[in-house]
């Protein structure tokens, strides 16, 4: 008996290849395709009109049936309200981690195992494997798009009924199967926008759900460069959008976020993508999530990273448990951001991780 394999189609080159192997391997494949935003889905900066009608036209060219499925109220919930509460709270969250385990293989997959579904597939560069019953997240073969990062949230009963075709490939790889095989979307630009709400301004969008508090932005050395929109609408580490380019001071390097001041309500910056305020030795993660169900070994040289286009750094982990774990870096990490997840590894597997709470200097 062919496996029933239920493939989430966003209309991405991804999600496409990701449909034609599965089909081409002898699945019997169905594609989904999710709506999970309403609010202004018919602006320039999110319309699921053209993915829509390029999911569509991929699922008819594989030769697939394809279901349109409205999760926006469970995104609303379960996701967006999150991520404008630790807005609120002035921390940086990101919203695809809980995406990924709320909505994509939650929602979706629930969805997809009442369609029949025995597996669904996704576009992610990643990929499972099963040992002894347990169910493994590794890193995706192409180290330059590998998003176990953002799936570290993902439980023993997600991983069991998910597949990742693309792991194994390159980018380009894919791009160049879904040329070969006229894929009218091979040459689509990848998204890179807040999750299923798009490429859009982003002071200008999250003004709509908290309100501005301008105030003064300063240097570290307390001269004042500039105003700012409110302190939520920026993050550690953070270089354009500052409006105060054309200050030069000191070594006329560029200017960086390196603090939030909530009691002041200034914005303190510094110079340089290097400095001090900007390298962290270690920090403290809370809600931690162990992928296998138990937590990793204390006083162990582990990986982790703290972004997602961070590379991994060695570290060790202490005073492990499930809701705290303490992690120090052997190296200096740049821009360690509260609201971000760092993620630890043990060579390509990834172990979990957990949502930072604190940035440490010794």
């Known amino acids: 008996m062919k496996k029933n394999i239920v493939v989430g ?4 080159v991804d999600s496409a290849v990701t449909a034609w192997l599965l089909k081409n391997q002898g699945y019997n494949v169905t594609a989904l395709f999710m709506k999970n935003w309403e609010d202004d889905d018919d602006d320039e ?10 999911a569509v036209a991929v699922a008819e060219k594989i030769g697939i049936n394809i279901e349109v499925v409205n999760f926006a109220k469970e995104y609303k919930e379960k996701v967006f309200s999150l991520f404008i509460n630790d807005l609120e709270k002035g921390i940086t ?5 809980l995406c990924n385990s709320e909505i994509k293989f939650d929602a979706f997959l629930n969805h997809a195992i009442s369609m029949g579904a025995e597996k669904i597939a996704t576009g992610h560069y990643a990929k499972v494997q099963e ?22 949230r993902l439980k023993q009963s997600q991983l069991s009924k998910s597949i990742f075709p693309l ?4 980018k380009k790889e894919v791009r160049e199967i879904a040329k070969k095989n006229n894929l009218h979307n091979h040459d689509r630009k990848d998204s890179t926008g807040i ?21 003064k932005i300063i240097d570290d050395f307390g001269n004042v460069l500039g105003e700012h929109e409110g302190l939520n609408f920026y993050t550690i580490g953070q270089r354009q959008g500052l409006k105060i380019g054309g200050v030069k001071s000191g070594n006329g390097e560029p200017w960086f976020v390196i603090k939030k001041d909530f009691q002041t309500n200034k ?29 990793p070994k204390e006083n162990w040289v582990y990986s982790a990273k703290t972004r997602y286009r961070q590379p991994d750094a060695p570290c060790e982990i202490d005073n492990i448990n499930y809701e705290q774990a303490t992690i120090m870096f052997g190296q200096k990490q ?23 709470k604190e940035a440490i200097d010794q």
């Not at 360690?336 to 957990?354: A, D, F, M, R």
């Open 9 to 12: 189609l966003s209309g991405g």
């Open 45 to 54: 900066y999110c319309s699921s009109k053209q993915d829509l009608i390029d």
């Open 93 to 97: 969250p990101n919203p695809d981690i």
């Open 131 to 152: 040992i002894d019953g347990l169910f493994y997240l590794l890193k995706g073969d192409d180290g330059s798009k590998d998003q176990s990062y953002f799936l570290y």
């Open 167 to 170: 792991g194994s490939l390159l």
């Open 195 to 215: 999750c299923f709400i798009g490429e859009r301004p982003f002071a200008e969008f999250i003004s709509k759900y908290i309100e501005k508090q301008p105030g």
């Open 267 to 295: 914005l303190v910056v510094g110079q340089g993508h290097n400095h001090p305020a900007l390298l962290k030795d270690g920090l403290v993660a809370s809600k931690m999530h162990w992928i296998k169900g138990t937590q």
């Open 334 to 356: 740049w821009a360690v951001t509260p609201g971000q997840s760092v993620v630890v590894y043990e060579s390509n597997i990834c172990l979990g991780g957990g949502f930072i």
